[in-house]
C-alpha cells in the first residue's frame, strides 16, 4: 500500500509561485503512474497534472498548462508541483495521487486513481 504525505501548500499573493512535494513510501513493485488534484470548497476534484511511470510523460489540466510543472526525483521517491504565476482560483486543497501498475492508465478521472495523500491547502489572496 502506498503512502503519499504532501507538503509546501500556504498562503501566497495573485502573481507568485509556490513548490508543493509529496513523498512517496510503501513502493513494492517500481514506479506508478503520478498525478495531482485538487479540490475548491463546493467543486468537485480537479485534474491538476499527472507524469507517467515509464515515459515520464505529462499531461496538465486545461486551467494550469504553461504555470504549472509537475516533476519527479530520480529516485522516484518525491513527487513535485511547480506552480507560478498563481490566480485567485488555484486556491485549492492539492492532492497527491498514484495509480496500482496495471490500472486503466494516467488519465483525468480522480476515479482512475487508487492511492491519495490527505492534501495540502494553497490559498491565493488578491
Known amino acids: 500500500q502506498l503512502q503519499l504525505v504532501e507538503s509546501g501548500g500556504g498562503l501566497v499573493q495573485a502573481g507568485g509561485s509556490l513548490n508543493l512535494s509529496c513523498v512517496i513510501s510503501g513502493r513494492t513493485f517500481g514506479r506508478n503512474h503520478m498525478a495531482w488534484f485538487r479540490q475548491a470548497p463546493g467543486k468537485e476534484r480537479e485534474f491538476v497534472a499527472f507524469i507517467t511511470w515509464q515515459s515520464r510523460t505529462t499531461s496538465y489540466g486545461h486551467a494550469v498548462k504553461g504555470r504549472f510543472t509537475i516533476s519527479e526525483d530520480d529516485a522516484g521517491n518525491t513527487l513535485y508541483l511547480h506552480m507560478n504565476s498563481l490566480k485567485v482560483e488555484d486556491t485549492a486543497v492539492y492532492y497527491c495521487?498514484?495509480?496500482?501498475?496495471?490500472?486503466?492508465?494516467?488519465?483525468?478521472?480522480?476515479?482512475?486513481?487508487?492511492?491519495w495523500g490527505h492534501g495540502t491547502q494553497v490559498i491565493v489572496s488578491s
Open positions: 495521487a498514484a495509480q496500482t501498475r496495471g490500472g486503466p492508465g494516467a488519465t483525468f478521472n480522480p476515479g482512475d486513481w487508487d492511492s
